[in-house]
């Protein structure tokens, strides 16, 4: 089962049955730093939107408590939950899922093959939370590393797409053959496309029409 819904995830998760999804995996939008033009730098950095603090995308001022709050009704019992976010909003994100009733596992990181440029070290990594609601569960693949080495997708649809073999990784650590994995902040589909490649359900929310046809497409054809 794919359920795409188009609209603010906050009022769209209201629809989700309370306890009904297994998994939840998703890239929430979140501020970046206002900034210029860096030289080498190009693509989605050079749009107005990630120039003023938007990361790339048109909206991106989420209520993370609400949010978090949210999902935290719509998930099973012992349920996973992964949240992708910079090192500059790791803190927030982590007191906001805390403060939902969640509890944090641990923290992995997405070692990319690229670099964003800037005055001081430059950034080659993400961090993904990862969390679970009630009693803990251990992950299918108890080998897996921390620190996940995956090259960024080449041409990028969305400025915060991932690797569809990353979400993969994670999906098959955390649910099984027929379960639903939600992404309330769906963007292009990715997660959607992993979901459907693994044989997993799939909910996904996105609020920008573009990139929902986009998302919609692509895993149509998955």
Known sequence: MINLMMGDCLERMKEIESGSVDMILTDPPYKTTKRGSHSGTGGFFKTEDYNNGKGGIKENNINNDAVLTELHRVMKDSAHGYLMCSDKTLIEFSLSIKAAGFNIIRNLVWVKNNCITGTFYMSNHEY?????????????????????????????????????????????????????VLDPFMGSGSTGVAAKNLNRKFIGIEMDEGYFNIAQDRIENA
Do not use: M, W
């Open 128 to 180: 993904i939370v990862f969390f679970r609601k009630g009693k803990g569960v251990k992950i299918n693949n108890c080998g897996t590393k921390t620190a996940l080495h995956f090259n960024n997708p080449k041409p990028k649809i969305h400025p915060n797409q991932k690797p569809i073999d990353l979400l993969k990784v994670i999906i098959e650590n955390s649910s099984h053959d027929g379960q639903t």
